[in-house]
T-cell receptor
Framework: GENVEQHPSTLSVQEGDSAVIKCTYS??????FPWYKQELGKGPQLIID?????GEKKDQRIAVTLNKTAKHFSLHITETQPEDSAVYFC????????FGTGTSLTVIP | EAQVTQNPRYLITVTGKKLTVTCSQN?????MSWYRQDPGLGLRQIYY???????DKGDVPEGYKVSRKEKRNFPLILESPSPNQTSLYFC???????????????FGPGTRLTVT
């Protein structure tokens, strides 16, 4: 089956700096790569996603890049704010979803 | 309001006592799924359903059962719970998959299960 690895497991940045979280996957058949944000006591919420026929996607301060050849994809958050503090999960999917182990992001005011 | 609901939100039970966690969505989504979340392991898919009467095993199906008799409901059944099934459980639904495309999953609020 698919194996998704996510790094780093924890990340602290100063407010206004950028944050980058990286994931790798093993199954070249995976074609959908969502990123979720989970706040304490809540279910995950989609923040951005990318399909295998696209290399990059941006939504305001959030961007995702996908390198199909290398089987890795990354989340970029620019101009971080304290409300960005949460746990972020990447996932890779064809029909079944495989999630990374999460990155706890702390934005220091 | 478009949402995924789960019940109960919290449950403490004993080993071997059958239980059901309900999941319902009001978005007419085809795809529904159950996950368990454990510290350091992220979310792992238990079962998923691409439509009514169609269910498939995820990564960790052992000890769980599901059914999809109606589009809106996808209950998770633990026939004989064991302590290693103590976890935080999430139900999710999605419009997809349509053909070979998948769509955003909407997650419920979670059910914290403790099996003693």
């Amino acid at each position: 089956g698919e194996n998704v690895e996510q790094h780093p497991s924890t990340l602290s940045v100063q407010e206004g700096d950028s944050a980058v979280i990286k994931c790798t996957y093993s199954d070249s058949a995976s074609n959908y790569f969502p990123w979720y944000k989970q706040e304490l006591g809540k279910g995950p919420q989609l923040i951005i996603d990318i399909r295998s026929n696209v290399g990059e996607k941006k939504d305001q301060r959030i961007a995702v890049t996908l390198n199909k050849t290398a089987k890795h994809f990354s989340l970029h958050i620019t101009e971080t704010q304290p409300e960005d503090s949460a746990v972020y999960f990447c996932a890779a999917s064809k029909n079944q979803f495989y999630f990374g182990t999460g990155t706890s992001l702390t934005v220091i005011p | 309001e478009a949402q995924v609901t789960q019940n109960p939100r919290y449950l403490i039970t004993v080993t071997g006592k059958k239980l059901t966690v309900t999941c319902s969505q009001n978005m007419n989504h085809e795809y529904m799924s159950w996950y368990r979340q454990d510290p350091g392991l992220g979310l792992r898919q238990i079962y998923y359903s691409m439509n009514v009467e169609v269910t498939d095993k995820g990564d960790v199906p052992e000890g769980y059962k599901v059914s999809r008799k109606e589009k809106r409901n996808f209950p998770l059944i633990l026939e004989s719970p064991s302590p290693n099934q103590t976890s935080l459980y999430f139900c999710a639904s999605s419009l997809g998959p349509k053909g070979r495309l998948l769509y955003e999953q909407y997650f419920g609020p979670g059910t914290r299960l403790t099996v003693t």
